[in-house]
């Protein structure tokens, strides 16, 4: 294992997909465009077109080929194609499992055990095609709590593996974003005005910006934000004569346990939740954590 190999199986894994023939197999990876709307970054295709050189430069070396690529206003779009015998299909597709794309992918046992640095570039090419920072994503409409948002849509298990991994290299969750009906609707104000299933979304994970600094952004207009954001954090409590870390630095089992009681809802017993939780009736983000096995 190297770190680029890393960096790849984390772009696949996050927003990824193999389509295989007789013959030969064509990995595809979506970088979306998320706008950050601030008057810092403007043209987010061109940071990406800019960004995918410095992809290429690391990751063609270890395809022994040439990757291609085509965009549009919402994503860019890498890709490349191998003969089903070539070692790094084979490889990619050891870590991959029967999975196809990044909805029914789990991250590998083995990829736990890559080195401290392996899995911080496994991290970056996952969060490198589902992650986004921008001035909106604050705790609690706190100006100076920056936060990263991970998306993963569907995929209940890689919320847990990608939050396990985080752990791994140190790195606390502040809040998971699920999309279970007594998180994402809570009061059932979508379900009376008849969106019943409106909580069906993405899940979002989220890490304090400057807990995020240590694997940062391979994608260029990322990593600005994520270190202005990241500063400016870090400024406001040295401002009020305290440490940061003592603020973001907590796994949720360090935190106080706040339950607000919520109603029952429909859509607790949905075909969508997995089955280790379908049915139960959650107060917290935390408990549906422990239960699918983010936990001490």
């Known amino acids: ?56 430069n690391i990751l063609e070396p270890l395809i022994d080929n040439g990757i291609l690529t085509s965009q549009n206003d919402r994503t860019t779009t890498l890709y490349f194609t191998k003969p089903n015998s070539d070692y790094l299909i084979r ?70 593996d990608v939050c396990n991994l985080l752990k791994s290299v140190g790195i606390p969750v502040q809040n998971i974003d699920w999309a279970h009906p007594n998180m994402r609707d809570g009061k059932l104000t979508k379900y009376n005005q008849g969106y019943q299933n409106f909580w069906k979304k993405e899940h979002q994970i989220k890490i304090y910006a400057n807990e995020f600094e240590i694997i940062g952004f391979g994608i260029e207009h990322k990593n600005i934000a994520l270190n202005s954001y990241s500063q400016e954090l870090k400024t406001a409590f040295s401002i009020l004569g305290k440490n940061p870390i003592d603020r973001t630095h907590k796994f949720y089992w360090e935190t106080r346990i706040i339950n607000k009681n919520k109603p029952f809802h429909p859509g607790e017993s949905d075909n969508f939740i997995p089955s280790e939780i379908r049915g139960k009736h959650y107060n917290s983000w935390k408990q549906i954590a422990k239960d699918l096995g983010y936990a001490e």
């Open 1 to 56: 294992m190297n770190n680029e190999m890393a960096y790849l199986l984390g772009m696949i894994c996050g927003n990824g997909e193999i389509k295989r023939d007789h013959n030969n197999t064509t990995i595809s990876v979506e970088i979306p465009h998320k706008v950050i709307k601030t008057d810092e970054f403007h043209d987010i295709p061109l940071y990406v077109r800019a960004s995918i050189t410095n992809i290429r």
């Open 91 to 160: 490889e990619i597709l050891r870590y991959t499992g029967a999975g196809t794309t990044h909805v029914n992918m789990r991250i590998h046992p083995d990829i736990f055990n890559f080195s401290y640095d392996e899995r911080k570039q496994f991290l970056r090419g996952f969060c490198d095609t589902t992650a986004y920072i921008r001035r909106s994503n604050t705790e609690r409409g706190i100006s100076y709590m920056h936060r990263v948002y991970i998306e993963v849509p569907q995929n209940w298990y890689m919320v847990i």
